[in-house]
């Protein structure tokens, strides 16, 4: 497809389950980014890759978050033990790298809900 | 630290011009972006700045004034279809990457008719 794409689009699960989020990134960007973003808040950046750099895990809230890019194409976040405060909608997006005002195009995002 | 600021509110009438502000205080400086977010969709760009001045591109026009940490977003002749959540991105030096974008909390905007 053309746009960054990520499944599923919703995801319900029980606290404590782990969850995995797919990211399919626009081919040819070899940047790819993740971001939460919770009810009327603004988009918090998770992690960062770029081609076969070590990732920037700095945003990443605490360890049961964790995320692989595989093969520099498509990435999975994982959230293991899932919390009530994990509910939110995940955000991919993907970019060239360059130079710096190449805009980063995002996917439809997963609703994750945590019951 | 970065700190990006909009309100978070506006309306505005169709036809009519309406302007979003952004103020933000961040770790240097690498450009800053605008987002239209509609409901449950993906947010797509708009615009960017890195120098200081006006950016038009069609019925929307982007500023920024670097000395004052400041941008808005201009969107003229409004239509019903522009009622979204307006986003505000800076692209600042935090944690060694240059890339990262710091998101302010987005504007929703309402056109009524």
């Not at chain 1, 994982?78 to 195009?105: K, W």
């Not at chain 1, 995002?106 to 945590?114: C, K, N, P, Q, Y």
């Not at chain 2, 200081?52 to 000395?67: A, I, M, N, P, V």
């Not at chain 2, 302010?104 to 009524?112: D, N, P």
């Amino acid at each position: 497809g053309a746009g960054v794409s990520q499944s599923p689009s919703n995801k319900v699960t029980e606290k404590g389950k782990d969850v995995e989020l797919r990211c399919d990134p626009i081919s040819g960007h070899t940047a790819l980014y993740w971001y939460r973003q919770s009810l009327g808040q603004g988009l918090e950046f998770l992690i960062y890759f770029q081609g076969n750099s070590a990732p920037d895990k700095s945003g990443l809230p605490s360890d049961r978050f964790s995320a692989e890019r595989t093969g520099g194409s498509v990435s999975t976040l994982t959230i293991q033990r899932t919390q009530q405060e994990d509910s939110a909608v995940y955000l991919c997006a993907s970019s060239l790298v360059r130079g710096l005002e190449q805009p980063q195009h995002f996917g439809d995002g997963t609703r994750l809900s945590i019951l | 630290g970065q700190n990006i600021d909009q309100p978070t509110e506006m309306t505005a009438t169709e036809g009519a011009i309406v302007q979003i502000n952004c103020t933000y205080q961040t770790s240097g400086f690498n450009g800053l972006f605008w987002y239209q977010q509609h409901a449950g969709e993906a947010p797509t760009f708009l615009s960017y700045n890195v120098l200081d001045g006006l950016e038009e591109k069609g019925r929307f026009s982007s500023f920024l004034s670097r000395s004052k940490g400041y941008s808005y977003l201009l969107l003229k002749e409004l239509q019903m279809k522009d009622s979204a959540s307006y986003l505000c991105a800076v692209r600042g030096i935090s944690s060694g990457s240059a890339r990262q974008l710091t998101f302010g909390s987005g504007t929703q905007l309402t056109v009524l008719p």
